[in-house]
């Protein structure tokens, strides 16, 4: 490892959650225009974070805390391996420490409420991971690697061959960002079903680095998302703008619907774009 | 002195295994830590040496070949004795179909003359050997304790341990010749003699399911037995060598031998308990703990993996292959989906083993270096992490008098130490940077050409990862309160418990030398390109890398900083509340979660896991399981006619 790839890791490690703050503010802005209301500053999720970090310290067990840190190692440790142009499916595999980590922390305490959001919470894994799976093994086929820097050094946008891959990881996208209508573990909609799920019983500093962590995870699936216009900065740019809005009026304009649903429905379309993309792959290749 | 380790790993289990049958309760425990300890040493010693070949003439002074031809059929009659008290027609007949060809194979045909050596050890005989004596020690010996306890538990009248060790330690000479023989007929004969021990420790309670499931582990076994016998007879037939290296390296033996390896591998099918074949194996649960240890997770169903992989290279690149990536993928797919809709931590176990094994048949399958690669460590880590995860099951069943996860809430404060090791099997069973999802890694890497089989492994991983995320859960789900009393144990169940435990994360660590040291030597015999190079810690092809001791460097890094910034001197106790349920706590005791119902009735809240039965639930969906299973499988089998 040189010195430059170590500085670009720093520098990851520091700004991915500035950046995926930020994200949030101007999310909640626009969601808050879109829905007519004026809405927080767009600093408002560093100051909700820093008043957390703040405040006294409050669990159920040991377990909770421990999963918390677990969580945020795991999301830092991918989104590094990520700067460091490594393996996609192994990233993933690291991502899934957190997640599964998340579950926990959400089980190790009796509330039904937390209970119930973990179950859920496993389901919407169970949703995303195959199809994270697919678009990799997708950009293997295109590129001829999992390696990242072999990736970025493909010639054409990978867009442009995959593009019903591309809408199949914004399905992961949505999920992992907590948007509708996939919001279903621990939303703040569904308060009077589960409270807020998973993350009901934590609260103060501990919540605070689950946020912090959420943040590495969305910056990581953007990072994923912009290698598919690795050919030019603008391009990429537009992608991550344009998928990110589109995210948000999805969010304003689906309502959150069960488990049963989101499984059938994301696995059926997913699969079925997946497989359209790759006969559309060995087509051209006639 | 090879010849001499050889010959301790595998004919001193079977005299010991005698004594065994002396009632007397120190000599048993002496005979079976020494054994465990010989064979332990043994094996250890022969890694440290080359690739061999042995060609005893004699047992005993008595012609070898000859011995286990006698012995062959004295076992075979034995069977079928035990068919005639079983009065099932049906395991009389697969008998009698493996006595014709037997006979008219040692009578009839003589072939070319036999010059290959019967013995045969590589770098995979020696780590399938590492796996049985080690592993299958440890678990024989923490039998010791555990059928104590069972036996007291059971109130039986005269113990029938004497029995009970005499099969468990004949089991690991048996599978140590299984993996050191390379004359098919004595592999035959090994083959037969876990199946036969398999039906005898299954029925050991006795109890009318207990034999019920045994009958059909038997018969299931014995259909293995009748392809392997007939792939035997054919490959005698077209005069080629029962020789299993000369098989798969001598050029063009493979094309004309496509029909009795098919065989073969439907043997392996049946003993591995690949689908439409589960059933014997999640009826195998009903035996002992110990047992289902051993045949789950470091023998009998890795003889099944072992004999595939041997035979890959002489499949590579047919159309058959394809097919076996193809049924492999299935089984793990719908296996790992049946463990969902479970709750008898057994049967998640049983499922989660069977679905691991179709992983290892699909990459065999799948027949390309890295593919070959991932089965070969699976089948290492998967024995390491199952192994100490039945003795968990077994432990926390014999204290809480449950298998059912769902009974398992808390038990992190009921056995703080026993659940700790559970814990790490669980991780290590499928999060990374531990070895079984390291393989897995590998196989989804090896299999992105295979659209079908990639998309079933990416699914079934998932799965995985949901029926192992749950249970852990469970175990931690505890509210603070009075200091944990760590449990009392035997060192008989203590020690094999850590061993395990650590040798999970250990041997984890290690992947990378494991591999260049031992995996390596034998995949470079057969292929010449595409193997992954492991510098450094790091796995790299030219596809993909995974960096082990990178992400194990900062997984213990922040491991440490995890506990310590959860330890009880960095939080309060004023930190510990009970949890959030909307004020509906006993004001009294508020760790007591719950509500007053309408007649002012205390009510417990209860959750449990989603298991989907109505979608998902095994009498739902076996039957579709199999169907379509059987129907790759006879695709399979009418190809390589």
């Keep these: ?286 | 002195m090879v010849s001499q380790m050889v010959w301790v790993s595998i004919v001193l289990p079977f005299l010991a295994a005698i004594g065994c049958l002396i009632d007397s309760k120190p000599l048993r425990s002496i005979l079976v830590v020494g054994t465990g300890v010989a064979v332990s040493l043994a094996s250890l010693l022969l890694v440290q040496g080359q690739a061999f070949s042995l060609n005893p003439e004699t047992i005993f002074g008595i012609p070898a070949d000859g011995l286990i031809a006698v012995l062959d059929f004295a076992l075979l009659f034995v069977i079928l004795g035990i068919s005639y008290q079983l009065k099932n027609k049906l395991i009389a007949v697969l008998t009698v179909l493996q006595i014709i060809p037997l006979a008219f194979l040692e009578l009839f045909l003589h072939g070319a003359e036999n010059t290959a050596p019967s013995i045969y050890g590589d770098q995979l005989s020696m780590i399938m050997s590492l796996i049985i004596s080690i592993i299958g020690s440890l678990i024989c010996i923490y039998g010791l304790s555990y059928m104590e306890e069972h036996e007291h538990h059971l109130h039986v009248e005269k113990s029938r341990q004497g029995r009970f060790f005499f099969f468990m330690v004949l089991f690991l000479g048996a599978m140590n010749g299984l993996v050191f023989a390379n004359n098919l007929l004595w592999l035959y004969f090994f083959w037969e003699v876990t199946t036969l021990c398999s039906f005898m420790l299954i029925k050991h309670d006795g109890t009318d399911i207990a034999v019920a499931n045994a009958t059909r582990a038997l018969w299931m076994n014995m259909l293995g037995g009748v392809a392997f016998i007939l792939g035997l007879v054919i490959l005698r037939a077209k005069g080629l060598p029962l020789a299993l290296q000369e098989l798969i390296s001598t050029p063009g033996v493979a094309s004309l031998a496509l029909l009795p390896v098919g065989l073969l591998c439907f043997a392996g099918f049946t003993k591995s308990a690949q689908v439409p074949f589960q059933s014997w194996l999640c009826g195998a649960m009903v035996a002992p703990t110990p047992v289902s240890a051993l045949l789950h997770s470091s023998t009998m169903v890795k003889a099944g993996v072992y004999l595939v992989i041997r035979l890959a290279p002489a499949f590579a690149g047919t159309l058959f292959s394809h097919y076996v990536a193809l049924f492999g993928a299935f089984t793990f797919l719908t296996t790992a989906l049946l463990a969902i809709s479970q709750s008898n931590g057994k049967k998640i176990l049983a499922y989660s083993t069977i679905s691991n094994l179709g992983m290892i048949i699909a990459c065999a399958g799948i027949n390309t270096p890295a593919a070959m690669a991932a089965a070969i460590l699976l089948i290492v880590f998967h024995a390491i992490s199952k192994g100490l995860m039945f003795l968990c099951v077994g432990t926390i069943e014999q204290r809480i008098g449950s298998r059912d996860i769902e009974d398992m809430r808390g038990l992190i404060r009921i056995m703080p130490r026993t659940a700790m090791i559970a814990v790490i099997g669980m991780v290590t069973m499928f999060l990374p940077p531990f070895g079984a999802l390291l393989s897995k890694w590998m196989a989804v890497e090896a299999s992105a050409r295979l659209p079908l089989v990639v998309l079933m492994l990416a699914i079934g991983s998932a799965f995985t990862m949901v029926f192992w995320g749950r249970w852990l859960g469970l175990v931690m789900t505890s509210v603070m309160g009075e200091a944990q009393e760590p449990e009392e144990q035997s060192p008989l169940v203590r020690v094999p418990l850590v061993i395990l435990a650590a040798a999970a994360i250990v041997v984890s660590f290690v992947a990378p030398g494991l591999y260049s040291a031992m995996v390596l030597p034998v995949l470079e015999r057969f292929y010449s390109t595409d193997l992954y190079i492991a510098a450094q810690g790091v796995f790299i092809n030219n596809i993909g890398m995974f960096a082990v001791f990178p992400i194990f460097l900062v997984m213990v890094l922040g491991v440490a900083w995890a506990a310590r910034a959860s330890s009880g001197k960095r939080v309060h106790q004023r930190a510990y509340s009970t949890p959030y349920v909307a004020g509906l706590q006993d004001p009294a005791n508020p760790q007591r979660i719950g509500f007053k119902g309408p007649l002012g009735q205390w009510a417990n809240f209860t959750t449990s896991n989603y298991y989907m039965d109505a979608w998902i639930g095994e009498g739902r969906i076996s039957g579709w399981i199999n169907l379509i299973s059987s129907g790759i499988l006879i695709i399979l089998l009418t190809g390589v006619l």
């Design chain 1, 1 to 286: 490892m040189d010195i430059k790839s170590i500085i670009f890791v720093i520098l990851a490690l520091i700004f991915a959650p500035v950046a995926g703050g930020f994200l949030a503010g101007i999310d909640r802005r626009l969601t808050a225009w879109c829905q007519g209301r004026f809405g927080p500053p767009i600093l408002q999720p560093f100051y909700d974070v820093f008043k957390l970090l703040g405040k006294d310290r409050q669990v159920v067990n040991t377990w909770q805390i421990f999963c918390a840190h677990i969580y945020l190692i795991s999301s830092m440790l991918s989104l590094a391996l990520f700067a460091m142009q490594s393996d996609l499916l192994m990233i993933f595999f690291v991502m899934t420490i957190g997640a599964v980590f998340m579950v926990i922390g959400a089980l190790s305490t009796p509330s039904p409420y937390s209970q119930i959001g973990a179950q859920r919470e496993l389901i919407q894994m169970l949703t995303y991971e195959p199809l994270l799976v697919i678009v990799f093994v997708g950009i293997y086929f295109v590129t001829g690697s999992f390696k990242i820097s072999d990736i970025v050094a493909y010639d054409r946008p990978i867009f442009l061959i995959l593009p019903l891959l591309y809408l199949v990881l914004t399905f992961a996208l949505t999920i992992k960002l907590r948007k509708s209508p996939f919001d279903i573990s621990a939303c703040h909609h569904g308060h009077q079903e589960i409270v807020r799920g998973v993350l009901t019983e934590y609260s103060g500093p501990y919540l605070a680095i689950l946020e912090i962590a959420h943040w590495y995870d969305i910056v990581l699936i953007l990072a994923i998302c912009s290698l598919f216009w690795t050919t030019s900065a603008i391009g990429m740019f537009f992608l991550l703008a344009i998928t990110y809005l589109a995210e948000i009026v999805i969010d304003n304009i689906t309502p959150r619907l069960t488990w049963k649903w989101m499984l059938t429905y994301v696995w059926a379309v997913g699969i079925t774009l997946s497989l359209f993309n790759m006969a559309l792959l060995y087509a051209k290749s006639f």
